[in-house]
């Protein structure tokens, strides 16, 4: 079966292909941040970033341009599809104002495509059209990662936020009914902080969401350095991920003995954020 590329399904005539731009967003060149960033600032992504200027002008009033966001090596979600209306003659900042292309909206957030850009992030849809392929078309717009079991998680403070957030169904159903030992990792010093979920707690689900509503969750050292560096520090630098997972059914006790267990391996006594 041959490819589906991207122009089967917009449909650019030959006239209007010279005067349509595609921006390839990524962040930072990782594209977990990337996601990150876009699950977070949809909103100034699809209305400023498409539009920013560094120090020179990407686009003429009239054009075309296809927003696309990294979600992984060679894919892009497409995320929105303006024509540039008005040049504000501004740099370092949004340099034009746009409308949406309505006729594109049921392809918003769910169209993901396949190509490798290079390091321009503004490319003429002329010279690349030919080879961007059609990689999915999402039945629901896109959210994140799915769940793919508990031994994937590790998640950054805004993905874990995302979840809340966003209601992931198949994120929330996995986490509400699961006892753990967890692991908060501070990218930025190294130090760990090892906590358990149990029925006490209401279950992983409960627990987590603590940390994403104060980012301390109640634990005595991290409200400290919350009270000294700030939420914004979390939200920035704390990483979650599992240690051990187990279903309802497993005693309490037996966790917490595990929790303490992992505390002694790793040393997050001594060296991390837990005080006992």
Known sequence: MSDIKLNDIFGFTEEEIPHVKIYF??????????????????????????????????????ETVINAVKVDYDKYLVTMVKKVTK???????????????????????????KYKPGRMRVRKYASLYDDVIVSEILSEPWRGDDFNGYDEICLSYSQLESIFRLEKRDWLTALQNQKAVYLITDK?????????????????????????????????????????????????????????????????????????????VLQSIKFGYNDN
């Open 25 to 62: 967003h990524v962040w930072k060149s990782d594209v977990n941040y990337t996601k990150d960033y876009y699950l977070s600032n949809k909103e100034q992504v699809n209305h400023w970033n498409i539009f920013y200027n560094a120090d020179k002008k990407h686009f003429k009033v009239g």
């Open 87 to 113: 040049d504000l003659n501004q740099y370092n900042d949004q340099g034009y104002e746009g409308e949406n292309v309505e006729k594109f909206k049921p392809y918003f957030d769910r169209l993901i495509i």
């Open 188 to 264: 930025k010093t190294g130090q760990l902080y090892v906590g358990s979920a149990t029925s006490k707690d209401k279950m992983l689900l409960s627990r987590w969401s603590s940390y994403v509503n104060n980012g301390h969750g109640g634990n005595t050292e991290l409200q400290k350095l919350v009270k000294e560096k700030g939420f914004d520090y979390v939200k920035e630098n704390f990483q979650y991920s599992l240690l051990e997972n187990f279903n309802g059914k497993v005693d309490d006790d037996y966790i917490i003995g595990r929790e303490q267990w992992w505390k002694k």
